[in-house]
């Protein structure tokens, strides 16, 4: 078995739109990113990568390549997780924001991954949380994610 920890930030801007774990989320501003920006899913490909000791996000999609100009992050993380064969017992992550408030998004996001991973809802862990009103993400100003998972090295 091999365990991996990812994390994201990324400044959150007016004209975007707010995406976590493939799902979008109604808000009036959304991830800067150079892909669609969805941090938990940048999160969890971090983990899958740092796992597999295969390196990280930037260097398998890096911000420089134009194909990946407004990439759904979906694909992406359907994209390792094809190419690596990496199989997940449990993945934890948590997404960190003041608002808007979460709670009712979550179980529509670990939904969501759970068709991307190809695994049992009840393998996938979501939690939400402030920085109350501390530092950029405190202020309204980012958006944090945090994933750890377990794999089948097999």
Excluded: W
Excluded at 17 to 37: C, M, Q, T
Excluded at 55 to 79: C, T, V, W
Excluded at 107 to 124: C, F, H, K, N, T
């Amino acid at each position: 078995m091999r365990i991996g920890q990812g994390y994201d930030i990324h400044r959150l801007i007016e004209g975007r739109r707010l995406v976590l774990g493939g799902v979008e989320i109604p808000y009036e501003k959304g991830e800067e990113a150079h892909s669609d920006g969805d941090v938990l899913i940048h999160a969890i490909i971090d983990s899958i990568l740092g796992a597999l000791s295969k390196g990280d996000i930037g260097s398998h999609f890096p911000p420089s390549d134009e194909k990946y100009k407004n990439a759904d992050s979906r694909m992406l993380l359907y994209q390792v997780m094809k190419e690596t064969g990496a199989r997940i017992i449990n993945l934890d992550t948590t997404i960190i924001m003041e608002r808007p408030k979460l709670r009712e998004h979550v179980d529509g996001i670990i939904d969501s991954l759970s068709r991307i991973l190809d695994i049992e809802p009840s393998r996938i862990s979501v939690k939400a949380k402030t920085k109350e009103k501390c530092d950029a993400t405190g202020s309204g100003d980012a958006v944090e994610a945090h994933a750890i998972v377990l794999l089948d090295n097999n």
